[in-house]
């Protein structure tokens, strides 16, 4: 983390303080991202706080061409925008794609004093409380009308959330999922990749250290692709019964209306608050990312829903338990 200029002031008006800038780039680094590779390099320069992708953590195996490094600091824009607002200031989001420089995406600009809206303190709230879920669900679905509210929050980036609920729909997409996941499980980059990232005692600042993740997967459950086990999965006294209760989770795809550099952001935008309404509405949410990390299989996922949107994320959605949360990288100021 880097800083530039900076001088101490009351919350609310003016230039933020340190401290202020050090909750700011703090708000960013809680940003969820593939193996927890955080790749990004947040800074305050110029009067805002910037969000670079850094090359140097993609994940060249599960993400040839950075879209989920893209997604992953559209998250951590929005979590900056929201702990500028709850600081009592506006915030100015600005995207910034320049083929001169591709990894820097964009900046969030404190403005004029402006006090937070209600719903604004509570997804600022949700910031820091939000981990992935990858208990079991309890089985309840989620009513109507949060399902609207998840909806409202993707549009408010201007992406789709697309439930999958057809019954047609989501048989194919679990075959897809099992499919991607089986392809990537055969392929020695993308388990030499797995095997740097997770339940390594070397890390404890990134990826899924030991006391998260063991190095090998536990065998896997039907929408829960990947799912790391390790410590946390055996404490969970649900071990074995867990399958009973899942599954008919909520699946829900975050979907652009294009597919570039810009439409990633934004989608890794929608996809934050996404997430960050859930937590705040107490519903856990998981990743199911192999279908859209395998090309043709994308391709497929986006034909069955229907072939005009673009798939970003697919989220595994319901009513879950609390969660650890993972190591950051430290942000200094
Ligand atoms: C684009 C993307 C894809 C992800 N894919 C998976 C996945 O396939 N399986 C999984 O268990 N977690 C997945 N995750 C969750 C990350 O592992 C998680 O965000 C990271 O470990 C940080 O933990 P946190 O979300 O609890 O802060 C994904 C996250 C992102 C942003």
Same mark, same amino acid.
Request: hydrophobic share 40%; with cysteine.
């Given at each position: 983390m880097m800083r530039e200029g900076g001088t101490a002031t009351s919350r609310g008006g003016g230039r933020p303080s340190d401290a202020e800038i050090a909750e700011l780039l703090a708000a960013g680094a809680g940003a969820p991202s593939s193996h927890n590779s955080q790749p990004w390099r947040l800074r305050w320069h110029a009067g805002a706080i910037e969000v670079h992708g850094d090359p140097a953590r993609r %994940?060249?195996? +599960?993400?040839p061409d950075g879209r989920e490094l893209r997604l992953a600091c559209g998250a951590a824009l929005v979590n900056v925008r929201l702990a500028v607002r709850a600081q009592g200031r506006r915030a100015h989001t600005q995207l910034v794609p320049d083929p001169d420089d591709p990894w820097f995406l964009g900046r969030v600009r404190p403005g004029g004093p402006l006090p937070p809206t209600g719903w604004e303190s509570e997804l600022a709230a949700a910031v820091h409380r939000r981990h992935t879920d990858r208990h079991p669900f309890d089985g309840r679905p989620l009513p109507p009308v949060l399902r609207d509210q998840l909806t409202r929050a993707s549009w408010r980036e201007n992406c789709r959330l697309v439930v999958v609920g057809d019954v047609v729909q989501r048989r194919r997409l679990l075959e897809l999922t099992a499919e991607a996941h089986r392809r990537q499980q055969a392929d020695p980059a993308f388990v030499a990749e797995w095997e740097r990232w997770i339940?390594?005692? +070397?890390?404890?600042?990134? /990826? %899924?250290p030991p006391a998260h993740a063991r190095r090998s997967p536990r065998p896997d459950h039907a929408w829960r692709?990947?799912?790391? /086990?390790?410590a946390i999965a055996d404490d969970?006294? %649900? +071990? /074995? +019964?867990?399958?009973a209760a899942e599954d008919q989770p909520t699946i829900a795809v975050v979907a652009s209306y294009e597919d570039g550099v810009l439409a990633h952001v934004r989608a890794g935008q929608a996809m934050q608050q996404v997430l960050l309404t859930a937590t705040a509405r107490g519903v856990g949410a998981s990743f199911v990312a192999p279908p859209l990390e395998v090309p043709d299989i994308r391709a497929q996922v986006r034909a069955v829903l229907g072939g005009v949107v673009w798939p970003q994320v697919v989220l595994r959605l319901g009513w879950g338990r609390p969660v650890h949360p993972t190591p950051r990288r430290t942000t200094a100021v």
């Amino acid at each position: 983390m880097m800083r530039e200029g900076g001088t101490a002031t009351s919350r609310g008006g003016g230039r933020p303080s340190d401290a202020e800038i050090a909750e700011l780039l703090a708000a960013g680094a809680g940003a969820p991202s593939s193996h927890n590779s955080q790749p990004w390099r947040l800074r305050w320069h110029a009067g805002a706080i910037e969000v670079h992708g850094d090359p140097a953590r993609r %994940l060249p195996a +599960a993400d040839p061409d950075g879209r989920e490094l893209r997604l992953a600091c559209g998250a951590a824009l929005v979590n900056v925008r929201l702990a500028v607002r709850a600081q009592g200031r506006r915030a100015h989001t600005q995207l910034v794609p320049d083929p001169d420089d591709p990894w820097f995406l964009g900046r969030v600009r404190p403005g004029g004093p402006l006090p937070p809206t209600g719903w604004e303190s509570e997804l600022a709230a949700a910031v820091h409380r939000r981990h992935t879920d990858r208990h079991p669900f309890d089985g309840r679905p989620l009513p109507p009308v949060l399902r609207d509210q998840l909806t409202r929050a993707s549009w408010r980036e201007n992406c789709r959330l697309v439930v999958v609920g057809d019954v047609v729909q989501r048989r194919r997409l679990l075959e897809l999922t099992a499919e991607a996941h089986r392809r990537q499980q055969a392929d020695p980059a993308f388990v030499a990749e797995w095997e740097r990232w997770i339940g390594h005692e +070397a890390r404890s600042e990134d /990826g %899924l250290p030991p006391a998260h993740a063991r190095r090998s997967p536990r065998p896997d459950h039907a929408w829960r692709p990947r799912d790391f /086990g390790g410590a946390i999965a055996d404490d969970d006294r %649900l +071990a /074995g +019964a867990e399958d009973a209760a899942e599954d008919q989770p909520t699946i829900a795809v975050v979907a652009s209306y294009e597919d570039g550099v810009l439409a990633h952001v934004r989608a890794g935008q929608a996809m934050q608050q996404v997430l960050l309404t859930a937590t705040a509405r107490g519903v856990g949410a998981s990743f199911v990312a192999p279908p859209l990390e395998v090309p043709d299989i994308r391709a497929q996922v986006r034909a069955v829903l229907g072939g005009v949107v673009w798939p970003q994320v697919v989220l595994r959605l319901g009513w879950g338990r609390p969660v650890h949360p993972t190591p950051r990288r430290t942000t200094a100021v």
